[in-house]
Structure formats: C-alpha cells, structure tokens
Nanobody, 121 residues
Framework: QVQLVESGGGLVQAGGSLRLSCAAS????????VAWFRQAPGKEREFAAA????????DYADSVKGRFTISRDNAENTVYLQMNALKPDDTAVYYC??????????????WGQGTQVTVSS
C-alpha cells in the first residue's frame, strides 16, 4: 500500500507560482511512476504531468508545458510540481497518483485526496 498526501495548494494571483508536494508513505516512491492530475469545477479530471521511474523521464500536457515542472526527491519520498506563470484556467483540485506500470497517461494505482489551487485574475 502507498499513501499519498498532497500539499502546497492555495490562492495565488495570475502570473504567480506555487509548488505542490506529493509525499508518500508505505512504499518507496522511486519504484513508481507518479503523475499529477487536475479537476476543475464542472470538468473531467485531466492529466497534467508525470515522472517515470526509468531515468526520470517526464511528460507534460500541452496546456502546462513550459510552465510546470515535475521532479522527485527520493530521499524525501516526495514528488513535486513547480507551477509558474499560473493562469486562472489552472484553477482546479490537483491530485497525485502513483502506479508501477501506468499505461500511457492512465494511472490506476494509488491516489491522494487532492489540494486546491485557485488562481485569481
């Protein structure tokens, strides 16, 4: 079992930055691919970014590429999402997910409870 806890969300003005954390317990997160998804009010959950256990390869949705950076700290058993140049459209609940063998951008393993990010215009 892997328990995931997100933190770092909050209210920020457009153009600002936030860093989200996804802290894991129960298993070593370095053996898992970890992704960030987000769900805005009235919309379906969507993929934002992922980091894989093989060489730390990363993947980003077009909507966040160049603004968001995903990274992992194996010593802290934590994955981060640095979000810069935030836009009101980035407002959503952000979830992290961990999966040993995700299929493309589909993660069916463990999920956190989410952290709210609100970007004001």
């Amino acid at each position: 079992q892997v328990q995931l806890v997100e933190s770092g969300g909050g209210l920020v003005q457009a153009g600002g930055s936030l860093r989200l954390s996804c802290a894991a317990s129960g298993r070593t997160l370095s053996y898992y691919a970890v992704a960030w998804f987000r769900q805005a009010p009235g919309k379906e959950r969507e993929f934002a970014a992922a980091i894989y256990w093989r060489g730390n390869d990363t993947d980003y949705a077009d909507s966040v590429k160049g603004r968001f950076t995903i990274s992992r700290d194996n010593a802290e058993n934590t994955v981060y999402l640095q979000m810069n140049a935030l836009k009101p459209d980035d407002t959503a609940v952000y979830y992290c997910a961990a999966d040993r063998y995700p299929i493309s951008r589909s993660f069916d393993g463990y999920w956190g409870q989410g952290t709210q990010v609100t970007v004001s215009s």
